[in-house]
């Protein structure tokens, strides 16, 4: 995300996008760094109802990913978060938790892990520029937070501080990620 946010300069940014482009990136970054990957392809799901036997559907994964001999089947929600506001964590939990209900109903093939991965847009309004790398911090840490989960983060510093026509600094991109335990 960083070479492209350099390459694109003040043009465009790759975490404005919802997850599809988030999961473009990833595969990308996957293939590059000798993985593989494998974006929204078809399967199917298993719906458990009550007194009902389950039952299966036509249904899609949004991203497989192949890394040496491991391999991780990844359910992706976006959310954007005030990284100025009160509600960053509860968005984040909320979207990791709707991630996990479409991830328990894919079937994992032996071997393979279920990931999560909420893909967060942190925003903040111009006028708070100078608190940036505090509020950028808190919802880092507010991320960090979450039991079991592993984060990743990037915030260029071509594009951190840079105010967009909308009023609002988009300094980078935080990913959240979380096994589903069977």
């Known amino acids: 995300m960083e070479v492209l946010a350099r390459e694109w300069k003040k043009e465009d940014i790759p975490w404005w996008y919802n997850e599809r482009a988030w999961i473009g990136v990833l595969a990308g970054a996957s293939w590059k760094a000798g993985g593989r990957a494998f974006e929204e392809f078809s399967d199917t799901k298993i719906i458990h109802r009550k007194k009902r036997k389950p039952q299966k559907k036509p249904g899609r994964v949004d991203l497989w990913l192949g890394v040496g001999t491991r391999e991780y089947l990844i359910e992706a929600k976006h959310v954007a978060v005030n990284a100025g506001g009160n509600k960053g964590l509860t968005r984040i939990k909320d979207s990791l938790r709707a991630a996990r209900w ?80 069977s």
């Open 102 to 181: 479409d991830l328990s109903r894919l079937r994992a093939y032996s071997g393979q892990k279920r990931l999560s991965m909420v893909c967060i847009t942190p925003y903040i309004v111009a006028k708070k520029r100078g608190q940036i790398n505090t509020l950028l911090s808190k919802l880092l840490n507010q991320a960090s937070s979450i039991e079991t989960a592993t984060i990743a983060w990037v915030f260029p510093k071509n594009i951190r501080t840079y105010e967009w026509e909308d009023g609002y600094i988009y300094p980078g991109g935080i990913i959240v990620l979380k096994q589903l335990r």
